[in-house]
């Protein structure tokens, strides 16, 4: 079965660094998103893209982050000045079209030091 | 805004136990509802939806009502296996938008 695939699975970077997450959603999907979970809170709700461009951001996706997909394939979540407040599990997740199922990854452990 | 509320355990139950967890919404439309569930190591996958009221979603056992008078969306096995280890997630999606808001997640053990 098709699936969602981030890479790396951890991430430990040090405060002030700039970080890219990638991930490479099902290659027939069409709606791309970013989610986050801190340690011991909600999965919460980050930016959906679709068409090359955003379509949906939190309160959380503010200036420091931005999303690309660079080549058709990959799909990235960009932190330009991390914070140690950042630190926390990052899910990427596609789905088909409108209002079909989201397909998530198993996400990337981004650690700030 | 949108909410959801659901137990938060940590739950241990032995295998064949009746499982229910509580899931509570507050939204202003008419949200569609659902149960994801993350095995260890995992990411998050749908287990049920329903996007009316009075739908049941179900799926491996697992069955779910959308109740619109008690905002509600409670997930239910009648007989738990080793197996339905995990932590489980109820979320929504609100009309117009495609962002999921999720629940804080329920892990639950099964013991042998």
């Known amino acids: 079965e098709p699936e969602v695939t981030q890479t790396p699975s951890h991430q430990v970077t040090q405060m002030g660094q700039e970080v890219i997450l990638r991930c490479v959603p099902i290659s027939n999907h069409l709606y791309f998103y970013w989610y986050r979970q801190i340690l011991g809170q909600k999965v919460e709700f980050l930016v959906s893209?679709?068409?090359?461009?955003?379509?949906?951001k939190s309160e959380i996706f503010d200036d420091q982050f931005s999303v690309e997909r660079p080549d058709g394939s990959n799909f990235t979540l960009k932190i330009r000045s991390t914070k140690l407040e950042d630190s926390a599990m990052y899910f990427c997740?596609?789905?088909?079209?409108?209002?079909?199922?989201?397909?998530f990854g198993d996400g990337t452990r981004l650690s700030i030091l | 805004g949108d909410s959801v509320t659901q137990m938060e355990g940590p739950v241990t139950l032995s295998e064949e136990a009746f499982l229910t967890i509580n899931c509570t919404y507050t939204?202003?439309?008419?949200?569609?509802l659902f149960w994801y569930v993350q095995y260890p190591g995992e990411g998050l996958q749908l287990l049920l939806k329903?996007?009316?009221?009075?739908d049941k979603g179900s799926n491996k056992g697992f069955e779910a009502t959308y109740r619109k008078e008690t905002t509600s969306f409670h997930l239910e096995k009648g007989s738990v296996q080793v197996s339905d280890s995990a932590v489980y997630f109820c979320?929504?999606?609100?009309?117009?938008?495609?962002?999921?808001?999720f629940g804080k997640g329920m892990k639950l053990t099964v013991n042998p």
């Open positions: 893209f679709y068409n090359n461009e955003i379509s949906e």
């Open positions: 939204a202003t439309g008419y949200p569609s």
């Open positions: 979320a929504l999606t609100q009309g117009g938008s495609e962002k999921l808001v």
């Open positions: 329903a996007t009316k009221a009075d």
């Open positions: 997740a596609s789905s088909e079209e409108y209002n079909q199922p989201q397909h």
